[in-house]
C-alpha cells in the first residue's frame, strides 16, 4: 500500500500528571499497533492541558517525559509524525474558527465540562475547559483522520467532533472526514487500584491509585499487591461492582498478555487473589523494564528527541496546514497577498 492511500490515524495525551497502564492499556499499545495500517499522527496535547493551571517548568519537562515516552512503548519515528500540538499553529486557528460554529449548549452538556467544572467555583472555571471539546475536534479534523484510538472516555469527544464536523461540511461544503472512535476491545477501561469503581487516572493524588508507567518495580508491585479486592476467593471475570477490583486485575492480565478469559480464569482455577496479584504484577514489570530502559537511554541522548519533534512538527505542518487554507478560503478570509 502506498503512503497517499494510507487512512490517518490521529490521537494524542495530556502532559499533565503521571501516564498509567490505564493509558499505555487503553491508548499507547493500540496507538503502537496502528502504525503499519494507518498513516499516523500522536500529539502531546500541551494546548489542552493549560485548561487548568499548569507550572510552566513542570509543563516543559512533562511535554518531553510524555514524547519520550511515546518512543519508549514503541512508537515509531520513522512511520508515525510524533511532535507537540502548539508546535503547529494551526491547531489553534482551526479551533477559534469552529469555535465561531459551536451552539454553547452543546458545550455545556459535556460530561467531562460538567464533572471538571462541578469541582470549582463557576468563577474559577476558565473559559478553555468549555471549549477544550472544541480543540481537541481541531486536532482531529486537521488531519482528515479517520480514525482516532482513545479509551473509553473519549467517546463523546469524538461523537462531538464529527457533529462540529458535519456543521461545517453543510453550512461550508464538504471539507472534512468524519472520524470514528477506535476503542480497544481490551483494557479500553483501567480502574483506579485503590477504587476500582473509577478509572484510573494520571491526575490522582492518592500513592496506591495507579501504577506509573515511570514506576520502579519494587513500586509497582507494592501497588498490585495492595491494590483493592473484596472478600472472595474465586478468580473470574465479573461485572458485579462488588468484585471490581479482581475483575480489574484480571482486566489488566488479559490486556498485557492477549489470553483469551476462558484461558485465564483455567489459569488461575483454585489460586487466591494473593497469586493473581503477583502474576499481574509480574506481566506489569515485564512489560515495564524495556519501556523504562528505552526511556532512559533516550533523554539521555542529546538532541535525539528534539529533533524526533521537530521532525514530527514538520510533518504535521505539511499536512495541517494545507487543510486550514481550505477552511480560510470556505469561510471567506482573503488570501494573504503575499
Ligand atoms: N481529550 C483527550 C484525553 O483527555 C486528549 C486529546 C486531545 C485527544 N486532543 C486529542 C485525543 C485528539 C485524541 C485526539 O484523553
Known amino acids: 500500500m502506498s503512503g497517499e492511500t494510507k487512512k490517518r490515524v490521529l490521537s494524542g495525551i495530556q502532559p499533565s500528571g503521571n501516564l498509567t497502564i490505564g493509558n499505555y492499556l487503553g491508548a499507547l499499545q493500540q496507538w503502537v499497533a496502528e502504525q503499519d495500517t494507518f498513516e499516523c499522527y500522536f500529539c502531546i496535547v500541551d494546548l489542552h492541558a493549560l485548561t487548568v493551571p499548569q507550572d510552566p517548568a513542570a509543563l516543559r ?91 473509553d472516555d473519549q467517546r463523546q469527544h469524538l ?21 470514528e472512535a477506535m476503542i480497544p476491545r481490551e483494557g479500553a477501561r483501567i480502574m483506579g487500584l485503590d477504587n476500582p469503581l473509577a478509572k484510573m487516572s494520571k491526575s490522582e493524588a492518592s500513592e496506591y491509585h495507579a501504577v506509573y508507567l515511570l514506576d520502579p518495580p519494587d513500586i509497582a508491585r507494592k501497588k498490585i499487591m495492595r491494590s483493592q479486592t473484596d472478600s472472595g476467593r474465586d478468580v473470574r471475570f465479573s461485572s458485579d461492582p462488588e468484585r471490581a477490583g479482581v475483575n480489574n486485575l484480571l482486566t ?85 497577498y503575499r
Open 61 to 151: 519537562a512533562k511535554t518531553r517525559e510524555v514524547a519520550a515516552i511515546y518512543l519508549a512503548a514503541g512508537i515509531d519515528p520513522e512511520k508515525s509524525a510524533v511532535f507537540v500540538q502548539s508546535h503547529v499553529s494551526a491547531h489553534t486557528e482551526l479551533s477559534w474558527i469552529l469555535t465561531c460554529l459551536t451552539p454553547i449548549g452543546w458545550l455545556y452538556r459535556m460530561t467531562q465540562f460538567k464533572d471538571k467544572s462541578s469541582k470549582q467555583q463557576q468563577e474559577s472555571i476558565g473559559a478553555g475547559l468549555l471549549n477544550y471539546p472544541i480543540l481537541m475536534a481541531a486536532d482531529i479534523l486537521l488531519y482528515q483522520a479517520s480514525a482516532v484510538p482513545v479509551g
Open 252 to 336: 489488566i492480565y488479559q490486556a498485557l498478555t492477549g489470553e483469551p478469559k476462558e484461558a485465564i480464569e483455567a489459569r488461575f482455577e483454585g489460586k487466591g487473589y494473593g497469586d493473581l496479584k503477583k502474576a499481574v504484577a509480574e506481566q506489569v514489570n515485564d512489560r515495564l523494564s524495556p519501556l523504562q530502559a528505552r526511556y532512559n537511554r533516550l533523554m539521555h541522548e542529546n538532541g535525539y528527541l528534539d529533533e524526533i519533534l521537530a521532525q514530527g512538527a514538520e510533518r504535521a505542518r505539511a499536512v495541517a496546514d494545507k487543510t486550514l487554507a481550505e477552511v480560510r478560503d470556505r469561510v471567506g478570509f482573503v488570501a494573504p
Open 159 to 179: 461523537e462531538f467532533t464529527r457533529d462540529i464536523a458535519q456543521r461545517f461540511n453543510h453550512t461550508y461544503g464538504e471539507t472534512f472526514t468524519l472520524p
